[in-house]
């Protein structure tokens, strides 16, 4: 079984909660996305982070470009491997 990963970039805690509702739901994800704050480099305030929606794909059957587009509903992004 193969650890496949994808991560979705999002710009703040609240499109990342929002997107990981729906990402369960519209996808059908067995697991909870898992949600990383992601502070950019030399920054400490909170407002200056991004946050990462990490999916585990273990079966590969989601496909990039849906997600890619899904994340883009929240002006975010799926970031290539």
Do not use: N
């Amino acid at each position: 079984m193969s650890d496949v990963r994808h991560v979705l970039v999002l710009p703040d805690r609240e499109a990342a909660q929002e997107a990981a509702e729906v990402l369960r739901e519209r996808f059908g994800l067995e697991e909870e996305p898992r949600l990383v704050r992601d502070a950019l480099a030399g920054e400490d305030d909170a407002e200056d982070a991004q946050w990462l929606v990490v999916l585990r794909d273990e079966s590969e059957r989601l496909d990039p470009a849906e997600l890619d587009a899904f994340a883009g509903e929240w002006d975010g992004w799926r970031e290539e491997p």
